[in-house]
């Protein structure tokens, strides 16, 4: 799918030449009943066109009626982001031709947008960086493209085309940031980090279901580079379909290291639309845009002006989640992380995943030593992000509740995820299942370390004379011809035993 | 019953409740009388004369159980082919939408239907509302019945033109810039504008969303107020759709059929008269502003000023809305297809093309062009923008006009019927007839035209237009039905009774 290859600049070059500014738009597809315009469900994966109506479809003399709990979202959304929220503010439509778009054009917000100039508050590697909120807006979904046939899964080579209504029309909420500047060679972390947190955030307020694998949360990519030190603003690019917190960081680094070439090379970047690919880690051109794209915005006469009281603002700011820095100083406290644990465990995303998992009843240095370490090997091992790997907070407290029980260990508790991973049932059917349960019975374990101590007298010799520390060289023989499935614990107690 | 078609809504309601008459038998009639006479007037696109006979039987099995389901129960009606009717071809006048039959009913149609009123077929119109003669229909233009020769004004001629030839009792139109009364002005009948968001726009395919207003054609003031008062009322599927309660507009019109208009404050828009007006529909305006003052009125000049931009900012307005209301049809999805002739392997945007080239005529392109330049970026503000002030100046200039007038009075078109094919190569020729009604869209009041008389040189009706402020739509009625009252009282009966016989009908 891509032609030829991108040159790329190494990263280190990139940065003595260049500062990046970086811009972010998220989309998030709200959670309500039904869609934005109409009283259409929303429910993700019904059959095609199963979900639509007059309305939805564009048909001749629809009109649309706006979803009240759709601008409700939106205004917390737009609190928790500590944005104003306006008084009064319209929609609009925004024109151009698409198949996929019912009426050719989208209900959308133009220059009033329902929540402006907030900011967010971005941990990354321990220092706070504000990432400046532009816009909050309402819009509608577009309906969604299937292109059978060609090489590519594209419009272009296709034998033809199908397209599903179900999601013409669910509500989006469309999230951008100011530009972004000073983040330098921070900028892929600081666009993952916030992502990241506006989707924890997102989670929070319970409006969405926030799966970056639906599509319900799905990130554009704005990035432009200027010389460095002089504080301009280059040419951007804008990367669309970054669909998980680990592209986020690939694509804007990627874009980076590509513009750099680019500019290296003497030539001008062109103002476009880039397609991110996941499998290759590439961006390829989409179609050209400039700021000559011709929306021919004007506002919607089909509805009225939105006008939330302040009461309603008020009772809705009444409804907000936590505070987020504050949310975290409770759980380091609550939690006993340290610093460092408290840094590693936001900055691997997992932050939701250890809270579910402790709230699972896990241990908190459990949860933490099992995401940041098992499940994060695991999600970087098959290149997904940590929350996407397919082990649930509650599959890990349950795995944990069996190592508390004994009932296994560490090493086969791996064993055990490799069977929720393969879809083999529950931990306990698994343990089951796979013949995983350690062995803690004194005749069995007795037997394998009588044989232990016959086949390394010398080593039975230092035991005895009373170097304790040698009974790991026995540990291990034992646990080996247990395959593992040995209470490490006992066995050392039963060589002790034998051996005093 | 003599003449079931010439009888008025109210009559044949009486009718039918006193059991003089059936709904079949009315029905029937119409059918008859649209079987004789349209293939002259050719005021039909589709008659759907087996469902108009079965909602009748239905009817007559209401009111033999006595349980009719309205006063109007059994009146038959045609509506205008802008508004969606579930399971009846719906083609706004044009080639783009042939075929195309809606899954839904508008709300206005859903009320009919609701109200027992038997539909008789679906009117011709200009394409997608846009003109005033009903020549820019795909599939051909009405003829005025006064003169076949001659247009039945537009959008609405259909609707205008089947009431006036006896076809159909009632009419549905759609007005937005004067779609309703104009064609009511220069066919010798009854059309209203009702207050801008009185009357659900669900289901009324758009031309231009803040102007369009559905309401009633009619022989008489009372017939438009019946029906007034059946369809009007709040509609939670248009957001657009006002609250507040109908006012009872049958007891206007019976206010008003008293012929006293003492105390009644009218008021004449300097600019909407004089230069540019036929002599002899000035003539019959001065005669219908001259009988008011002697039935009691107080007589008022008030200048509007700002209505002299009030075309140029309905053609700004009227064709942006309309670019991006009609970008929706692209041939995805329903109506028209069209595969490109020189294209081997076309894509959907070269079938879009295609599509939108076969299916739309001339009107609707040169509109589409317009609209599409005025919201361009660079261009929005100086035109659009633009236009969108020049509105609230005339909502200003009628706010302070209502203040020394109850109701202002005017022509509704400043001529009589024009012979087919006379400006059709004349776009600006064509949109000055709408000089006198645009107003009142871009600002929402509420606007009647009612029979003036004939135009001396031309023995051709006259509409008389009358305005009033917003939701005072009652306002309209009374004053309207006073003048009704006035002026047949001078003739001796209704004006439709002196428009000649046409070939088939009885004399």
Known sequence: MTGKSDTLVAWDDVLASYDPALGLEVHVELNTVTKMFCGCPTEFGAEPNSQVCPVCLGLPGAMPVVNRKAVESAIRIGLALNCEIAEWCRFARKNYFYPDMPKNFQTSQYDEPIAFEGYMDVMVEGEIHRVEIERAHMEEDTGKSLHVGGATGRIHGADYSLVDYNRAGIPLIEIVTKPIMGSREKAPLIAKAYVAQLRELIVALGVSDARMDQGSIRADVNLSLAPVGTGALGTRTETKNVNSLRSVERAVRYEMQRHAAVLDSGKAIFQETRHWHEDTGVTTSGREKSDADDYRYFPEPDLVPVAPSRAWVEELSGTLPENPREKLDRLQADWGFSDLEMRDTVGAGALGLVEETIAAGAAPQAARKWWLSEMARRANDSGVDIAELGVSPAQVAAVQALVDAKTINDKLARQVFDGLLAGEGTPEEIVAARGLAVVSDDGALGAAVDIAIAANPDVADKIRDGKHAAAGALIGVVMKEMRGQADAGRVRELILEKLS | ?507
């Open chain 2, 1 to 507: 019953m003599s003449d079931l078609t010439r009888t008025t809504a109210a009559q044949l309601a009486d009718a039918l409740a006193a059991g003089e008459t059936t709904s079949v038998e009315v029905t029937q009639a119409h059918l008859d009388r649209i079987g004789e006479v349209d293939g002259a007037i050719h005021a039909f696109l589709h008659v759907d004369a087996e469902g108009a006979l079965a909602q009748a039987a239905a009817s007559d099995a209401r009111r033999a159980a006595g349980r009719p389901a309205s006063g109007l129960d059994g009146v038959p009606i045609a509506v205008k082919d802008i508004l969606a009717t579930q399971g009846l071809p719906t083609t706004c006048g044009s080639k783009i939408l042939e075929g195309w039959i809606p899954p839904y009913d508008a709300t206005v149609v859903a009320r009919l239907k609701a109200a027992g009123l038997p539909i008789l077929g679906k009117t011709n119109m200009d394409e997608f509302a846009m003109g005033s003669s009903t020549e820019h229909s795909a599939y051909g233009p009405t003829h005025n019945p006064w003169d076949l020769d001659r247009i039945p004004g537009g959008s609405g001629g259909g609707s205008a033109a089947a009431v006036a030839a006896f076809e159909a009792p009632l009419a549905l139109g759609t007005d937005t810039g004067g779609s309703i009364r104009q064609p009511g002005a220069v066919t010798g009948t009854v059309g209203v504008k009702p207050t801008y968001g009185s009357i659900s726009r669900y289901g009324l395919v758009a031309l231009a969303n803040s102007l369009d207003q559905v309401g009633p054609v009619t022989r008489t003031v009372l017939d438009a107020a019946l029906l007034h008062e059946l369809i009007g009322g709040h509609d939670p599927r248009d957001s657009t759709s006002i609250t507040q309660p109908v006012p009872d507009l049958t007891d206007a019109v019976r206010l008003g059929a008293t012929g006293d208009l003492t105390g009644v404050r009218i008021g004449v828009v300097k600019e909407l008269n004089g230069s540019g007006y036929q002599d002899g529909v000035r003539q019959r305006f001065q005669e219908s502003v001259d009988l008011m003052v002697d039935a009691g009125a107080t007589l008022v000049e008030v200048s509007c000023p700002m209505f002299v931009h009030a075309l140029a900012a309905y053609y700004l307005i009227l064709p942006a809305e309309a670019s991006s209301n009609l970008a929706k049809f692209d041939a995805m999805r329903y109506g028209l297809r069209v595969l490109p002739e020189d294209i081997a392997d076309p894509s959907a945007e070269d079938v879009m093309r295609a599509s939108r080239d076969a299916g739309f005529g001339d009107e609707v392109k040169r509109r589409i062009i317009l609209g599409t330049y005025a919201l361009s970026s660079g261009y929005y503000d100086a035109y659009y923008g633009q236009a969108q002030k020049v509105r609230t100046l005339i909502s200003r200039d009628f706010d302070a006009a209502f203040e020394q007038a109850d109701v202002l009075l005017s022509p509704t078109a400043p001529t009589t019927a024009f012979k087919l094919g006379e400006k059709l190569d004349d776009p600006i020729a064509m949109y000055l007839n709408d000089l006198a009604t645009i107003p009142a869209n871009l600002s929402g009041v509420p606007g009647i035209s009612v029979p003036g008389g004939l135009a001396e040189e031309d023995g051709l009706p006259v509409g008389i237009q009358i305005l009033a402020p917003t939701m005072a739509d009652d306002r309209v009625y009374r004053v309207g039905s006073a003048l009704e009252t006035l002026l047949t009282d001078r003739w001796g009966g209704p004006l439709l009774d002196r428009a000649p016989a046409l070939k088939g009908a009885p004399a």
